[in-house]
Structures are given as C-alpha cells and as structure tokens.
C-alpha cells in the first residue's frame, strides 16, 4: 500500500466494558498522522485493551474508530490496514523468516511480495537469516521479524504492544534507538503500548499516560515530567517528593507563597492549579541541592541513606515530621554528604509544582517500581 | 566396571529394544519357513513360497481388503469428526462442554468386551444388521476419542496470538485457518489418523460381536484360523504390515530432520 494517504487517528468516545468490569472508559484521543505515540501506564490500566480495539482484536462496548475520515469501527481486523507487533511477536513457527514477512503482502495479492520482503529485512538488518526459521533466531532478532512483518504493510498505523518487554536491558536500549530511527525513515504512525516510563520518554513525540481505564494526562515527555497535573503522573514518571501545603494569600513578583509544616516556601503561580489552597509541593529530586545555592526554598533534615549510582549519588533526607525526601546529585564535583549528617535542602521557584491535596500522594509510586 | 558404569542406560535401551523386536523377527523369520504340518510353529525347512503366493490361503486377502477398508474409511470419517470435536472442544466455551470431554472419554475406559456386546445388543435393538456396516459405526466411535486426544493437546498447544496476527496482517477467516492453522495442528492430526488406523485394523473384540460371517476381518481370520491350522501366509502380511509401518515411521522421522537441516 506504497503512497497511501493515511490520515489522524482518533478514538471518539472508544470504551471497553468486560461483563462488570470496565477496562476502558469513554476515551477520545486523536494521534495525528506522522508521529509516534505512547500509551503508558500500569498493567491493567487498559492501555492494551485499547490498542487491541485499534487492531480490531476487540470490538468496542461503545464509541467510534476513525482513521482520517473513515470510520473503521466496524471493521474486521483482517480489513483494517492497521498491523501489530505483538508482545509474543507471534512469528509463524511453519514458516521461514521471509514468508513470515511477505504473508501480509500475499494476502493482498502483492505481485512483489518476496523483493518487498527482503528489503524490509533489509531495513531491520536480517537479510542473511531470511531462509532461516523463527526458532533458530535470538530474542532480538525475532523482534525485528515482527516489526519488519508490519512495517512491510505500510499500515496507516503501526501498533507496538510492549514490543521490548522481553529484551534484556542492553538490548532493550538499542531496539529504543533501533525503532525511533526506522519510525523516522518509514514515516509511519507508530503507538506504542509500554509500562516502562523510560522507554515511553525516550521514544515518544507524544504520551499518554492512563490509570485505571483513563488517560490522567496527554503530552509531550518534557512537560508531563516538568509538569504533572496529577500524583499518579507525577510518581509513575519519575520520581516526586511531595510535601503537603498551604497556600497563603502572599503574592509576590509571580511567586505564590505556600507554608508547609510551618517552613514558607515558594512556588512559581503557573505551576499551581487555580483555586486550589490545600497542595501537594512537588520536586523532582534532581531539582533539589545539598546547600543554599538551589534557591530560595529550604529545608534541613538528616541524611538517612546515601547510594552511589556512577553518574549520580541519590540521598535520603528524613525532614522532622518524618517523610524521607529523594536527592539525587551529579557526582560533578559539589558538595558530598555522609549518612546522620544534617543538611540543608534548598530549590528554586520554577522547579516545584503544586498538586491539588485531595489526591493520594503514593498514586502510581509503587506501581513504578515493580517493574524496577 | 567403570566401562559398564557408564554404558549401562545404552545396555538397558538395547535390552528394552530386543525384547520388542524378537516378536517381530521370530514372526519374518517364519514366513520363510515351510512347515511340515498344518501348524506353522516348529522351523523346518526355507522356503518362499508363501511370499510367492500371499493370497495362496482362501480368504486371507478378501479379510485382509475388508479390514483395509474398514480401517480406512474409520480413520478418515473419525479424524475429520474427531478434528472439528477436538476444536470445539479447545476453543470454545459452550453448555454441555464438560460433559462432552467426559464422554469422548468414556469408549478409552471401557473394556473392550463390555462395549462390544453393549453395542451388539444396542444394533439388535434398532435393527442394525451385524457385519461391516455395524463394524465401521463401532470403529469410527472408538477411534474419535484417540483422534480429539491427539488433536486437542495440539490445539490447546497453539498460540491464540499467532491466529491474531494472521488476521491483522489481512488474512481471512479461512485463509487463517488453512496457512496457520490447520499446518501447525497437522502433526496432531496426522498423529491421531494413524493411531485410528492402526486400532482399527488390529481390532479383535468389538469386531467379532458385531461380524456376521460375511464380514470376516484380518484379526477374525488370523484367530479362526489358528484353531485349524496357521498357514505361513499370515507371517507374510504380518511381515508386510510391519515393514509399512517401519517405513511410514523412519519416513516421517527423515522428513522432520530434513526439514530441521533445510532451516538451518
């Protein structure tokens, strides 16, 4: 399907309802064409569910499928020109690699099936094991069978469901670059589905992060990571220290004044949702300094726990009224702290954001760290 | 001593083999054999004239072309049901479904004997005539739970995803099930025709309740002739019989690893 015009994607109303349970509730999304778009989240946040409805594998309670102006909602997957890369990779043991990779263009009655295939081998650096069988290649490889399988349909959208799950992490690492640069030279619409919130961050134009059958928050890596509208966003991409607060009718030159556990602290006015007083104070811990040269903002605790990672040394600051707050410096040559030591804190205005407090400050925070 | 030590899995395999293969040979061994009196189990003197002349008995080959053909058409009709039960079966959930994997069940559990005259006295009842019609009913019935055996660990065996996939790289319904269906589950059913083949055709008990005498089979002849005598015809086709099963098994296995080798 070479030179055909493939148009946005967008979900309209989409849900998914299995007997009681509801995987996923009235979605709108729109992926426009060209880009590559994470969906992130927990398992069973229903971000599978959701590609398997874009596939055709599922077929939606409710809501409407459209790609650019068609509406495939109805549609079986077989008719739909959208392909998956699947968690498994589900290669055809039969088959040899090249008939694995021509088999959708033969559905089609493609003429240059078998010469299409081999150049997409060709772009995923397999050309010399297409006579072999799936079995006889490594993990990796059978990873770029899969992808090449897909891609070779010019598919208006490309569905990668934890394409990289089953990679060790060096591999892993490698396949991230591997596929943002075959994404760029095939000019396809790729959504990829992972739980890994590095890997959505690295790869991805756009994410979308949901929990619990909802997208929490749509955008681009940087400004979900600076600016998290939620405490399930904040602690499921990252890192956060949160400390409750309140915000004080103090106004200063863009500034909001909040205190928190009776230390005034201040906070830059964009980064808190209007007409909010009780907060959640968040700071990344890269963000925050041993010392005073962070910023105006400081507090002093005790260093619980020092670990040295190589590149950056991550401290655990206990504050008087118990929470441990996360420090991580550069090992660039600042200033070193010892465990039982007692040290300031200090940030600057821009790095903190405010949360409304209704929220559950540990949402999303040990999610993250099952999948380490 | 430390020599045996070490061999002695390859000693108790050699073991286990002779002990399987001495019927079989002592079995070729007198087709050449021509015996002095009507029975055929004292070696007298070489001979191949039972191999020139295999049907040189009256009746041997017309019970031998009956149980052919009754083995046949059982083998074929029990694999397709067997098949689409075995499926059913796998991928489907449906009422009665437990019950219907506990009687496909039931024909491996029953003696033979108790099932034989059951269904002698159920073909009375409804009026079927004994002989090869009544032998075929009771063939393929028992041959269909070896066949969704055979099938259903084969299906239960196969990735739901591959099927997925075929369909989302544009595959029809059918094409699926004919390119990545039916040849990931063939060894399956190709193993459970065999099986229903060879039970079939060696089949004594079921069988002779439910003969009448114009539906003599291989296994009825060989047993009504022992009392009367063993022509050395029957150790010719016994002979034959193993050597197309010798074939058909080393063939399937040569195929397999040239396959392996042609991937490679």
């Given at each position: 399907m070479a030179g055909h015009e493939s148009g946005d994607l967008r979900l309209a109303g989409i849900s998914k309802q299995f007997e009681a349970f509801t995987a996923v509730h009235p979605l709108d999304l729109t992926v426009p064409a060209g880009s590559f778009f994470a969906l992130l989240g927990p398992s069973g946040c229903g971000k599978t569910t959701t590609l398997r409805m874009v596939a055709g594998l599922?077929?939606?309670?409710?809501?409407?499928?459209?790609?650019?102006?068609?509406?495939?909602?109805?549609?079986?997957?077989?008719?739909r020109n959208v392909n998956t890369v699947f968690q498994s990779y589900a290669l055809f043991p039969h088959m040899s690699v090249v008939d694995n990779v021509s088999f959708g263009l033969k559905r089609r009655g493609d003429k240059n099936a078998d010469?299409?295939?081999?150049?997409?081998?060709?772009?995923?650096?397999?050309?010399?094991?297409?006579?072999?069988?799936?079995?006889?290649?490594?993990?990796?490889?059978?990873?770029?069978?899969?992808?090449?399988?897909?891609?070779v349909n010019r598919p208006d959208v490309l569905l990668l469901d934890e394409p990289l799950g089953a990679l060790d992490l060096k591999l892993r690492r490698q396949m991230q670059i591997e596929l943002k640069r075959i994404q760029s030279e095939v000019g396809l619409t790729f959504i990829h589905v992972t739980h890994d919130q590095e890997e959505a961050m690295t790869m991805a134009d756009t994410i979308a992060v949901m929990n619990s059958g909802r997208v929490e928050q749509l955008g681009d890596p940087a400004t979900l990571y600076e600016h998290p509208r939620s405490t399930f966003v904040a602690n499921f991409l990252g890192q956060s220290n949160l400390l409750r607060a309140t915000v004080d009718r103090g106004e200063g030159n863009g500034?909001?004044?909040?205190?928190?556990?009776?230390?005034?602290?201040?906070?830059?006015?964009?980064?808190?949702?209007?007409?909010?007083?009780?907060?959640?104070?968040?700071?990344?811990?890269?963000?925050?300094?041993?010392?005073?040269?962070?910023?105006?903002?400081?507090?002093?605790?005790?260093?619980?726990?020092?670990?040295?990672?190589?590149?950056?040394?991550q401290y655990l600051v206990r504050m008087p009224w118990g929470r441990e707050l996360v420090v991580v410096q550069q090992n660039d040559g600042s200033g070193r702290a010892r465990a039982g030591e007692t040290v300031t804190i200090s940030w600057a205005a821009e790095h903190g954001f405010a949360l409304d407090a209704s929220q559950d400050a540990d949402a999303g925070a040990q999610l993250e760290d099952d999948h380490g | 001593m430390r020599w045996i030590r070490k061999h002695l899995l390859a000693f108790a395999a050699l073991a286990v083999l002779v002990y399987m293969l001495v019927p079989n040979v002592v079995v070729a061994l007198f087709s050449f054999n021509k015996p002095s009196g009507r029975y055929n189990y004292e070696w007298t003197k070489f001979s191949t004239d039972a191999w020139q002349h295999p049907c040189g008995t009256p009746g041997i080959c017309d019970s031998l072309g009956l149980s052919l053909k009754i083995g046949i058409t059982a083998s074929v009709v029990a694999t397709i049901l067997g098949t689409m039960v075995a499926f059913a079966l796998g991928r489907h959930r449906f009422r009665g479904r437990a019950s219907t994997n506990l009687l496909i069940f039931m024909p491996m559990a029953t003696p033979e004997v108790v099932m034989g005259s059951s269904l002698l006295t159920l073909f009375v009842m409804m009026g079927v005539p004994s002989g090869s019609g009544a032998i075929l009913i009771a063939h393929i019935?028992?041959?269909?739970?070896?066949?969704?055996?055979?099938?259903?660990?084969?299906?239960?065996?196969?990735?739901?995803?591959?099927?997925?996939?075929?369909?989302?790289?544009?595959?029809?319904?059918?094409?699926?099930?004919?390119?990545v269906t039916l040849p990931l589950t063939a060894p399956g059913i190709a193993a459970g025709a065999l099986l229903a083949f060879s039970l079939s055709f060696d089949d004594y008990i079921i069988?002779?309740?439910?003969?009448?005498?114009?539906?003599?089979t291989f296994p009825m002849y060989v047993w009504g002739a022992s009392t009367r005598g063993t022509p050395v015809q029957i150790n010719v086709i016994g002979t034959i019989m193993f050597l197309v099963a010798l074939v058909v098994v080393i063939g399937g296995q040569l195929l397999g690893s040239r396959r392996q080798r042609a991937a490679a």
């Open positions: 599922e077929e939606p309670t409710g809501g409407r499928i459209l790609i650019g102006d068609k509406d495939i909602t109805d549609t079986r997957a077989y008719q010469r299409k295939a081999k150049e997409a081998l060709e772009l995923v650096q397999l050309g010399e094991v297409a006579r072999k069988r799936p079995s006889q290649l490594s993990g990796g490889m059978q990873q770029r069978v899969a992808l090449a399988r897909a891609i500034v909001v004044e909040v205190t928190s556990h009776g230390h005034r602290l201040e906070v830059r006015r964009d980064h808190v949702p209007a007409g909010v007083r009780d907060i959640w104070l968040g700071v990344r811990p890269e963000k925050l300094r041993l010392g005073d040269s962070g910023g105006p903002n400081r507090l002093s605790g005790q260093v619980t726990d020092v670990s040295f990672t190589g590149v950056a040394t | 019935m028992f041959c269909l739970s070896f066949v969704v055996v055979a099938v259903k660990a084969r299906v239960a065996a196969l990735d739901p995803r591959l099927e997925e996939a075929a369909a989302d790289l544009g595959a029809t319904p059918v094409q699926t099930f004919l390119r069988t002779n309740f439910n003969a009448s005498p114009s539906s003599i």
